[in-house]
């Protein structure tokens, strides 16, 4: 194990998943618990991550120097590369020039994190203050223009610190540093994969459960199948997943969802179908604004899972599908700053009453789901599943959600799915689907003046759907969908294209 200590970058999960992508496991501890969780688990390394804040102000994260007694390498990036020269005896200040961006840095090649590295790299840059002293015992392996110091070492206790960011992308050889860390300084054998993680979390929930009772929200998306799944294998029919349909869900999609999670299907669980469309329905007539929706569905979903919890009985475990993203932009990731609360995380715990929360793929990224899914054996359409939001069509309804609108919604967005999966371009694309607007416009239709909705297609390429590009679908296929939707739904009259990327649109239209 590399264990990545947390001091409130926002970058932090993204240094875990490098690690996972050389075949060697890591997980993330906030900096508060890391002495602790370093006795425990004894990891083959340690690496601090970046974070907001000025090492030599009062109030700062930091670490107690005894971590670096342990005799377990340690790389420090960006803040931890600063706190780690302020610990040891040297000194931190605000730089002369501040660095943002992509830098050219000029690296020691004698250096073993730089080994295959080119002389000059172009790396990732995100800071204010600068190392204007190195520790005693420390030597400079790496400089730009305006970084002196920017990446120091002492090979011989094992500790090396980066002013650059190696687990961004935007550093070319970033991947290249970080596994020269956990192969050469650290002498990880690289042979984790992903068949462990599912084992080894199978095991440990069995272990963990015991012969208690768990739940699990189920809504057949990736994330909540994967951890269902999980639990079926680790507890079997101590396991009751409730599956609530809202009556917001895309066509067939409940039907498709009990298929493979009822009685009918492979898994050893309870499963229970709850259908509250109408009073979905009902609570949702009238409203308009986005948030509002999004409040009403969040908390009418509490209270159907709320009754269909108390009819099971005493529950010792809930399970949530939570995936890492959804930790980071709901503002529970671990030390860094909230950027989006719209998120399903932290909605129903307060709700039921149990023992404990199991959240078997918090430290995962999405396409890490996809694969452990596909360890599990969950068939591929599931695991391949485009994200569907949990309020689900409302927010792909402009304006008030009636019963009408939502079959609009479902006919022309499943004709749209249809077509793409015919072109055979579902692989390239993140996310695709229709949105109903709210304007009505003229059209003609035989000879007849209509007066009829337009809908919205909406397909984007993305790797964390926190920023997003519009897609290029084909004219043709536009073309195809187009023509079908107007034919084949209803009070449909027009068909238009979102161009808009994300920032500063976003995925959804609400
Ligand atoms: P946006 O629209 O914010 O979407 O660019 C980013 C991703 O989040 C999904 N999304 C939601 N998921 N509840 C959810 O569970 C929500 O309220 C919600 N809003 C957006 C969206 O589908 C996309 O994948």
């Known amino acids: 194990t590399i264990l990545v200590v947390d001091f409130g970058g926002q970058y932090n999960q993204l240094i875990a998943r490098r690690v996972r ?88 090649l004698s250096s073993k994190l730089f080994q295959d590295v080119h002389e000059k790299t172009v790396c990732w840059m995100s800071h204010n203050d600068y190392i204007e002293r190195v520790a005693p015992g420390f030597t400079i392996s790496a400089h730009t223009d305006n970084c002196p110091a920017a990446a120091v070492e002492c090979p011989e206790r094992n500790l090396y610190a980066v002013q650059f960011h190696p687990e961004v992308l935007h550093t070319q050889e970033g991947t290249k540093m970080l596994s020269n860390f956990v ?193 599990l054996g969950i068939p591929e359409y599931l695991v391949n599943r485009q994200p569907f939001p949990g309020p689900g069509l409302a927010i792909r309804i402009i304006g008030e959600v009636t019963p009408e609108k939502i079959k609009m919604v479902q006919d022309a967005d499943a004709i749209y799915r249809e077509e793409i999966a015919n072109a055979g371009i579902a692989d390239e694309l993140g996310q695709y689907f229709a949105a109903l607007t709210n304007m009505r416009s003229v059209g003609v239709m035989g000879d007849e003046r209509t007066y009829d909705y337009a809908i919205a297609l909406r397909a984007v390429t993305t790797t964390d759907f926190m920023t997003a590009e519009s897609a290029q679908i084909p004219w043709e296929v536009l073309g195809k969908v187009t023509s079908r939707i107007v034919n084949e739904v209803p009070h449909i009259n027009r068909v238009l294209y979102d161009c808009t990327g994300k920032p500063p649109a976003t995925i959804e239209w609400e």
């Open 21 to 108: 992508e050389c075949n060697v496991y890591s997980e993330i501890v906030p900096y508060t618990k890391a002495l602790e969780a370093i006795r425990e688990k004894q990891p083959k390394g340690i690496i601090f991550t970046g974070g907001p804040n000025s090492v030599y102000l009062e109030d700062s994260p930091t670490i107690s120097p005894e971590v670096f007694e342990q005799g377990i390498p340690v790389l420090g990036i960006c803040y931890g590369s600063q706190l780690m020269m302020h610990l040891l005896g040297g000194h931190v200040c605000p730089a002369p020039e501040r660095e943002y961006g992509k830098t050219e840095v000029t690296v020691d």
């Open 183 to 375: 192969y050469r300084v650290c002498g990880c054998a690289g042979t984790w994969k992903m068949d462990s993680f599912v084992e080894n979390t199978v095991r440990a929930l069995r272990e963990k459960i015991g012969d208690g009772k768990v739940l699990c929200a189920l809504s057949g998306g990736v994330d909540s199948s994967v951890a269902a799944v999980m639990l079926a294998k680790a507890v079997g029919r101590q396991l009751t997943c409730v599956f609530v349909d809202h009556g917001l869900l895309r066509k067939n999609e409940s039907e498709e969802v009990s298929a493979v999670f009822g009685p009918d299907g492979p898994y050893d669980l309870n499963f229970v179908r709850v259908d509250a469309r109408q009073r979905f329905y009902d609570k949702l007539a009238g409203v308009e604004e986005p948030e509002n929706k999004r409040k009403i569905i969040g908390q009418e979903f509490i209270r159907v899972f709320e009754e269909e919890a108390k009819k099971i009985g005493r529950v010792d475990f809930l399970v949530q599908g939570t995936i890492y993203p959804d930790v980071v932009e709901s503002g529970f990731g671990g030390e860094s700053t909230v950027i989006k609360s719209h998120h399903n995380v932290g909605g129903l715990p307060d709700y039921v009453d149990f023992k404990e929360i199991v959240e078997p793929l918090r430290d995962l990224f999405k396409d890490e789901v996809r694969k452990a899914g596909r360890e």
